[in-house]
């Protein structure tokens, strides 16, 4: 049922919409083609900044592809609608392979790799060719949205939005506010969470802001189960989806988000908290040395068919 009230609020919001009209995501992989499908869903015109044109016409097939999931949700068997629904948001979205393309709209959410010298380099940029007025956002999961944005100006206009995988249907949006962001940036991200059917949770700038402050220390111990022979791979899904009712258990949930992922959070959140129970496992380094990062790589705790 929670899912399915996101999605048709998802929908439905589009009326009320904030002052954010425009939005430029860079990053079209699966976090970056998510969070430009629930923008477009929700009537906003959005254009997809990636170097990659693969990538961009990847993201366009599996957008075109979750959209029409989400318009079955909705209309049901009314064919008319969902082919409608889903034609007129797609055709809210662009690609380019050009940051400039995407320079002047209302918000820009980056959702690139997790590298805080190649994070710092875009926001430069973006801060010297977006207009005053435009809003400047990371999707980062574990790096610090002070440290990213320590280079730009416009420092009041500037925070994170971390959007969860996957993100038509994860209902939550952490808006994460940075040492200097303005009330009226923070109301006006939180707006638009709101309009983009999601439930917004505010936070200040601390190693991976709720969500991955808690799963981080869970998943790992989660591996490290398993690395000790505990339980099998399966058992131990099944003990947290049957016992403490997840959705997901942790190992199937790392494989989805990504193992490479999964290390590198826990390497930040060590170095920034010192908390020893985020220190590397040796079964987790081996896994992403020998490239089975989880579903993206067809390999990870379990396989998966190559789409
Ligand atoms: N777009 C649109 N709809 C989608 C979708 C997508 N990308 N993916 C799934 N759906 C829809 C399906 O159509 C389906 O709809 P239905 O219920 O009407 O049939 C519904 O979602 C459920 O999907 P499935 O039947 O395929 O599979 P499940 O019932 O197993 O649900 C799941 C899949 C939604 C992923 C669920 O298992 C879940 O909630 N898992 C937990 C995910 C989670 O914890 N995510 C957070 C990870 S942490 C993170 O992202 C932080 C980052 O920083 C790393």
Same mark, same amino acid.
């Given at each position: 049922?929670?899912?399915?009230?996101?999605?048709?609020?998802?929908?439905?919001?589009?009326?009320?919409?904030?002052?954010?009209?425009?939005?430029?995501?860079?990053?079209?992989?699966?976090?970056?083609?998510?969070?430009?499908?629930?923008?477009?869903?929700?009537?906003?015109?959005?254009?997809?900044?990636?170097?990659?044109?693969?990538?961009?016409?990847?993201?366009?097939?599996?957008?075109?592809?979750?959209?029409?999931?989400?318009?079955?949700?909705?209309?049901?068997?009314?064919?008319?609608?969902?082919?409608?629904?889903?034609?007129?948001?797609?055709?809210?979205?662009?690609?380019?392979?050009?940051?400039?393309?995407?320079?002047?709209?209302?918000?820009?959410?980056?959702?690139?790799?997790?590298?805080?010298?190649?994070?710092?380099?875009?926001?430069?940029?973006?801060?010297? !060719?977006?207009?005053?007025?435009?809003?400047? %956002? @990371?999707?980062?999961?574990?790096?610090?949205?002070?440290?990213? +944005? =320590? /280079?730009?100006?416009?420092?009041?206009?500037?925070?994170?939005?971390?959007?969860?995988?996957?993100?038509?249907?994860?209902?939550?949006?952490?808006?994460?506010?940075?040492?200097?962001?303005?009330?009226?940036?923070?109301?006006?991200?939180?707006?638009?969470?709101?309009?983009?059917?999601?439930?917004?949770?505010?936070?200040?700038?601390?190693?991976?802001?709720?969500?991955?402050?808690?799963?981080?220390?869970?998943?790992?111990?989660? !591996?490290?189960?398993?690395?000790?022979?505990? %339980? @099998?791979?399966?058992?131990?899904?099944?003990?947290?989806?049957? +016992? =403490? /009712?997840?959705?997901?258990?942790?190992?199937?949930?790392?494989?989805?988000?990504?193992?490479?992922?999964?290390?590198?959070?826990?390497?930040?959140?060590?170095?920034?908290?010192?908390?020893?129970?985020?220190?590397?496992?040796?079964?987790?380094?081996?896994?992403?040395?020998?490239?089975?990062?989880?579903?993206?790589?067809?390999?990870?705790?379990?396989?998966?068919?190559?789409?």
């Amino acid at each position: 049922m929670n899912k399915l009230i996101g999605l048709t609020r998802n929908f439905s919001s589009s009326s009320s919409l904030n002052g954010i009209k425009t939005v430029t995501v860079v990053g079209g992989g699966l976090m970056g083609s998510g969070i430009a499908q629930v923008a477009a869903q929700a009537g906003q015109n959005v254009t997809i900044i990636d170097v990659q044109p693969e990538l961009l016409e990847k993201a366009q097939k599996s957008i075109q592809a979750n959209l029409t999931r989400v318009g079955k949700k909705i209309y049901k068997t009314e064919a008319d609608k969902i082919e409608s629904f889903v034609k007129e948001s797609f055709d809210r979205i662009k690609v380019s392979t050009k940051l400039e393309d995407g320079a002047d709209v209302d918000l820009v959410v980056e959702a690139i790799v997790e590298k805080l010298d190649v994070k710092q380099e875009l926001f430069n940029k973006l801060d010297q !060719i977006c207009p005053a007025h435009t809003i400047l %956002a @990371s999707n980062t999961s574990s790096i610090s949205i002070n440290e990213i +944005g =320590a /280079g730009i100006k416009r420092k009041d206009r500037f925070g994170g939005l971390h959007f969860f995988n996957p993100v038509p249907v994860m209902r939550l949006l952490e808006v994460v506010k940075g040492d200097h962001i303005s009330e009226e940036t923070y109301q006006a991200m939180m707006e638009w969470g709101k309009s983009v059917g999601k439930t917004c949770i505010t936070c200040k700038d601390t190693p991976g802001f709720v969500v991955n402050r808690l799963l981080g220390p869970y998943s790992a111990e989660a !591996i490290r189960m398993f690395e000790r022979g505990d %339980a @099998s791979a399966v058992d131990i899904d099944i003990a947290m989806k049957l +016992g =403490a /009712g997840y959705p997901m258990g942790p190992l199937e949930l790392s494989d989805l988000t990504g193992l490479d992922n999964k290390k590198f959070i826990l390497n930040i959140m060590l170095e920034k908290t010192g908390n020893p129970v985020f220190k590397p496992i040796t079964l987790l380094d081996k896994m992403v040395g020998e490239g089975k990062l989880g579903r993206k790589t067809g390999e990870g705790f379990y396989k998966y068919e190559k789409k």
